[in-house]
């Protein structure tokens, strides 16, 4: 049986955040739509956890008190308060919201702690609610235990999660870049692999500074997928490849150029030599930072956010994630979770606003 917090009990019709809905609910509204109940939540954890690492203990123990309360509701209603059961609330969307709010500001703990009360309870996580906790906790500095959440998570892991997997082995050490490569066959074993993957990798593989690795990720595109290296994007992200991996040799000898060792190694044709050297002429000084120019800090709640699964108030900045730097099919597998999770709220008579 769920039972409200005792270490200390909320006056959620008195909150500044929460006040307007509770009273709302109190005067006797009797259809619901989950989401109203997730902007309180948002709210919360975006007071209480920071991009700077900082966190506000208040607000964060707010948003999970809030969220044991919708289980109350939804489960047994609010005696106390004349509330009666709200069988069509759905608090599982409350625990991802924090879960993603989380990762969104780095919060590994916090994200940790929400995953945890999915399983407490009853809940099944869905693809994208794991994708969030591997998400951040790769960016902890943990891609170890983020890979592990992946092998043990009872969701098949979908584009989203592989692209997340492979962007993270460029932001951290703790594996060997050849990593990408087993994600690469993992997601071709999965039925959910696209060629924008191998683009991923190279990326990562510049990130990284690591010549042979790419060297093999080029390998793998001429072997599973030739018709990548007649794309334009292709000659651009190589080109921006070797823009970073030459500059760690910071040398003009062309023998020790990455072009150079490719073509000799038969990875790349003399043909694609010279389209990959006008576009390095072209990039020019946009990889000089270090740093490709495309969107490689791609968060999963970013996405989610720009797709509608997630409520982000009016004053918050979210950047343009899903823009022409993420792939066709991540935009894809977005799009089809929220019209399923759409599709499971009309079905399940809960209310729907569009």
Known sequence: MV??????QWNWEDDDVAGPLVQKLLGGAETWETRAFLRPIFRWMKLGVHKDGNRDAEPIEKAFAFVEWLVLLATQGDAARGIPVLPLLQPSYALNTIVTASQRAGSAIDAQRAFNLLGHYGYEPDVFTYTALIDVTARNGDLPAAIEEMRLSSSKPNIVTYTTLVRAVGMSDAVETTQCLEFLAHARHDGVFDDALFLEALETCARRRDRSVAARVLQEIATHSPKLRSNERFYHVVAQVVQLLDDVEDTDDDTKSVLAQW???????????????????EVGTSASDGML????SLSVIEWCVNAGLLYVDAGSKTLGCLGHQTSESVRKAVVHHDITRLISRIQQGSVVNV
């Open 3 to 8: 039972t409200m917090t005792t270490a200390k």
């Open 263 to 281: 073509s000799a190694c038969g990875v790349l044709t003399l043909e694609e030599q010279g389209r990959i050297a006008n576009s390095k002429v």
């Open 293 to 296: 120019p495309l969107s490689l």
